[in-house]
């Protein structure tokens, strides 16, 4: 009589993680020669270890089984099931009417996500709003000379405790300033004055006499 060794099935994973579930095996068995794994009974790995991917784009938990069959070099086989948990992820996602324009910038935002409870804004000018209404309104400023650009972030957590996230990027321009001065108000026909142009982040000018276009 030939008796051959014991052949032992066992690993060990993570049992309950937030859609997209993502977990790495360890294979801790003994006398294992091959190794095959299966999702809920579907062979998809001959690897010794192999790195698991779940997506639950349901909106309640989902239980899946990952079992490991090993077989020693003898033929002997052992086989172990773990049942793993992949909670519901929610969506994280929101429209701004507006990416860009001149200070004062009010831009409105409506939030489309789904299946939230929680909701955190950060608007990137260190402000922030927990607010759980569907559309507001949001005003950034810039008091600088050059273009400064904000991201909206927007943290979103559903009754499970999981977490989404979703950004857009807002430009703001710096305030235009038309001004000039003009050398003298009051002379005699022709009037010859001089004009000093003191406007600020400006690009072109139009000049109007009397509300009529006269140079650009």
């Given amino acids: 009589i030939t008796v051959y060794p014991k052949v032992l099935s066992r690993f060990s994973i993570d049992t309950v993680m937030c859609s997209p579930y993502s977990a790495f095996t ?79 910038l009010e831009i409105n935002i409506t939030n489309q996500s789904t299946t939230g409870i929680n909701y955190q804004w950060d608007f990137g000018d260190g402000e922030t709003s927990s607010t759980n209404n569907v559309t507001f309104s949001k005003t950034y400023t810039n008091t600088t000379n050059v273009p400064i650009e904000r991201d909206i972030k927007l943290f979103v957590q559903n009754s499970f ?41 400006t690009l072109s000018y139009q000049w109007f006499i009397d509300n009529v276009n006269r140079l650009s």
């Fill in 26 to 104: 360890d294979n801790r068995s003994i006398n294992g020669n091959k190794y095959y794994w299966y999702l809920n009974n579907s062979l998809i790995d001959s690897a010794q270890n192999r790195n698991f991917n779940i997506t639950n784009i349901s909106n309640t938990d989902q239980n899946y089984d990952i079992k490991l069959q090993v077989i020693s070099l003898f033929g002997c086989v052992s086989d172990t099931t773990i049942r793993v948990r992949v909670l519901p992820e929610p969506t994280a996602a929101f429209i701004t009417d507006l990416s860009s324009g001149c200070q004062p």
């Fill in 161 to 201: 405790n999981c977490v989404d996230s979703f950004t857009r990027r807002i430009t703001v321009f710096p305030v235009v300033s038309a001004g000039f001065n003009i050398s003298d108000t009051t002379l005699c026909s022709p009037f010859v004055g001089t004009v000093f142009n003191t406007s600020l982040n």
